[in-house]
């Protein structure tokens, strides 16, 4: 079976992206593996981290795993993103959100025992 190993976030501003995700999930950074044009996600597994880009957005939608999707949401507005109106499904709730740069990606609550 093939699964996720690794991936990125395409952003406009690095920097900008680590204040908004480092504020929203309490991500920290490798900085031995970061840069300028790329910022390492300290411990993540699969691995992964964000990416300087003319034209973010361009890859496929990631879930991110949350246990509080609603406090999340909430979070995003405050940092100066946008969260869309939360789905309902079998599998648990989900949202599309976008950071404060436009990027978007999604969130994901499983439902109890999933």
């Known amino acids: 079976m093939v699964q996720l190993g690794y991936f990125t976030i395409d952003t406009h501003d690095v920097a900008k992206a680590r204040a908004f995700y480092s504020a929203l999930f309490g991500w920290t950074f490798n900085e031995a593996e970061s840069g300028p044009t790329y910022a390492h996600v300290a411990g993540s597994k699969p691995a992964f981290g964000f990416t300087k880009a003319e034209r973010p957005g361009q890859f ?3 879930y991110f795993r949350v246990d509080d999707l609603d406090a999340l949401c909430e979070r995003v507005v405050e940092l100066g993103g946008k969260a869309a109106v939360p789905a309902d499904g079998s599998t648990g709730r989900s949202v599309v959100i ?3 740069q436009g990027v978007s990606l999604s969130l994901w609550q499983p439902a109890p025992g999933f």
């Open 60 to 62: 496929p939608h990631m």
């Open 98 to 100: 976008s950071d404060d």
